[in-house]
Every structure is written in structure tokens, then in C-alpha cells.
């Protein structure tokens, strides 16, 4: 029942955003991000030494990532999620943060919700909604999505938005197609309405069909991770385009009034095809995979607070956002910093 009231409370908050703002523009900001890494790093060469067989010159050509981060002795999803979000609480009021969305793939908790745990564990305040979404490389804009909406209702006024996976546990070191690429890694949002800024619209995009693409599969009773790397990334180049497009649309905006372009870090050779179909120049790009790697709904982010910090993303900036992956799946938004 709780989960029925749940879906019924976004869907007419979604709606009544519609209703009351044909462009979608919600007055509200990410006000601070913090992250943490697997405490691992794992390199090509490292993986070389076990699969000697492997080209490491050609696999860092193809996916652009040197090394990355996996689970530590005595890490796990629960362990980065805690980590990240204490750090972040400790320049952030907590007494005032009235909901927790959580998204992962790999939660640490299916039942209770990892959310509800995690309120427990960090000791916020018990007059809050929290739970999980279920969401990969579109997560993060899902999670801004239904922050917003609830914002915007002044249901909420702050939101910490956790977004964490751990694939690696699921990826066996010979596995050459997905170890070169998945990090594990967590990062933790505020999204707040204050300051001048806004998030949205929002664009979204599901094809189910395609899910066995990118899967975890069976194998002798153990999970593993399978993805058919030609397909899904024929799928993003089909699709992101369309979204992109359909989202500046939805914005009344042309693609030159956008100022940064922050793409989920799936691979080098999907971010340098789309940033080229695109006509992304140079210095409005966005790319951090080299020794990163794909950290799959944490990736975007963990960019965010990265182009903060180098002095990409300033205030007053149109920002596109866009996820895209697992699912499959495809969703986009404008942020106004």
C-alpha cells in the first residue's frame, strides 16, 4: 500500500508541474555533491599480468580508462554510501534534509529499503520520506526528477539524493568486455530550493526490449554481468541524439545557449562518437573516465563536483545533463546553476 501512495504522490506531482509551468522550469538547485571510490585501483596493467593475452593498448584506445577503483577488503555498496554521504554532512545542515532517495543497482538492502537504513545510520531526522529507485546510468537524473517534483510541491524542501553501484562484484577479472570499464564508486546530493538556479525540464526514454543487453546473468549460481557492448552502444548513438534534440525542444533553447555538457562516463569511444554527431565543441565537454571509470548511476555526479572543481561549472550556466544505458534506457535534463 505504501508503495502504491508512493507512485500515485510522483505521478500527480509530475503532473501538476506541467500543469503549472508549460517549460518545466523548477526553481530549486544541487547545492553540494561529495563522493568516494572503491578504495582499489585496479589497473589495465594489472589485468594484463592475469590475462596476458589481452592488447592493454588497444583496450585503453577503445575504452579511454587506464585504471579504476573496486571494493576494498571490507568495503561494499553500504560502506561507500555511508562514506560519501558523511562527508558531505559535514559542512551540510542535517537537521533540516526531509528526504532520501536512493539509487542503485546493487543495494545493500532490498528488504527493509536501503534508504530507510540509511537514515537510521547516518541519524537524520525520522519526519522524512526515503526509498530506493532501482536505476543505472540513468539514475541520477531520475533521482533530480523526483526531488524536483516533490520540491516544487514544497512537499520537501531539501533532499539528499545518493546515487552508488558496485558492479565489479559481479565481473570476473577475465572478463574483457565490462573489467576494463566499471568502477565502483558512490557520490551524495543536496537539492534544495534556494538560490537563483532551477533543474528541468526533464526528457525521458525506455525500450525494455533491449534489456537482456545489459543484464546480470546466471552463471553456476553465481551473479554475473553481461552486456553486449555493440548493441547497447549502437543504442546510445541511435537514441541520446533523438533525446538531446528533443529535450532542447522542450526547453525553448538552441544547442549553442547550452554552456556544459555533462554525459554519463560510459566509455571513450561512445563519449567521443556522440560529442562528434553532436558538434559538442571542446571547451563545453565534460570527460573524467581515464582513471575513473564508468561508476554507472554515480558517473554523472561525481562530474558534476569535478567540473565545480576545475572551474567548468560556474554559476548562471545552462548545464544538459544526460544519462544513458542500462535498461535501456535514456534521460536528460537542463540545470540552471
Not at 554532512?89 to 532490498?110: A, T
Not at 560510459?266 to 570527460?287: G, H, T, Y
Not at 561525481?302 to 535501456?328: C, D, R, T, W
Amino acid at each position: 500500500m505504501i508503495n502504491y501512495i508512493l507512485c500515485l504522490y510522483i505521478v500527480v506531482n509530475i503532473f501538476n508541474i506541467a500543469l503549472k509551468n508549460h517549460k518545466g522550469i523548477i526553481v530549486l538547485q544541487i547545492t553540494d555533491i561529495e563522493y568516494v571510490l572503491g578504495k582499489k585501483k585496479e589497473s589495465l596493467e594489472d589485468l594484463g599480468k592475469i590475462n596476458p593475452d589481452w592488447h592493454i593498448k588497444k583496450l585503453k584506445d577503445k575504452t579511454g580508462i587506464h585504471s579504476r577503483h573496486t571494493l576494498g577488503d571490507k568495503e561494499n555498496e553500504k560502506s561507500l554510501v555511508i562514506e560519501a554521504s558523511s562527508k558531505l554532512l559535514e559542512r551540510v545542515n542535517s537537521e533540516n534534509i526531509d528526504g532520501i532517495i536512493h539509487v542503485s543497482q546493487s543495494p545493500f538492502s532490498r528488504l527493509p529499503t536501503s534508504a530507510c537504513l540509511i537514515q537510521d545510520i547516518l541519524n537524520l531526522p525520522k519526519n522524512m520520506m526515503a526509498f530506493d529507485l532501482i536505476q543505472g546510468c540513468s539514475g541520477f537524473v531520475y533521482g533530480l526528477s523526483v526531488a524536483s517534483s516533490m520540491i516544487y510541491q514544497q512537499s520537501l524542501k531539501k533532499v539528499l539524493v545518493i546515487c552508488a553501484d558496485t558492479y565489479t562484484q559481479y565481473i570476473p577479472k577475465n572478463d574483457r568486455t565490462n573489467r576494463p570499464i566499471f568502477s565502483d564508486g558512490a557520490a551524495a546530493a543536496i537539492i534544495e530550493s534556494t538560490g537563483d538556479g532551477s533543474i528541468g525540464p526533464f526528457i525521458f526514454f525506455t525500450d525494455g526490449s533491449g534489456g537482456h543487453l545489459l543484464a546480470l546473468e546466471d552463471n553456476n549460481g553465481k551473479k554475473q554481468l553481461f552486456m553486449d557492448g555493440k548493441k547497447v552502444f549502437k543504442f546510445s548513438l541511435r537514441e541520446v541524439p533523438k533525446a538531446f534534440n528533443d529535450l532542447l525542444n522542450k526547453a525553448h533553447l538552441k544547442q549553442e545557449d547550452i554552456d556544459l555538457f555533462i554525459f554519463h562516463q560510459a566509455s571513450a569511444v561512445i563519449l567521443r562518437q556522440l560529442k562528434s554527431k553532436l558538434n559538442i565543441p571542446d571547451e563545453k565537454w565534460f570527460q573524467n573516465i581515464k582513471n575513473m571509470g564508468n561508476t554507472v548511476s554515480a558517473t554523472i555526479p561525481i562530474a558534476i563536483k569535478q567540473a565545480k572543481e576545475s572551474g567548468l561549472y560556474k554559476p548562471k550556466m545552462n548545464i544538459m545533463l544526460m544519462g544513458f544505458g542500462v535498461g535501456l534506457s535514456v534521460a536528460g535534463c537542463i540545470v540552471r546553476s
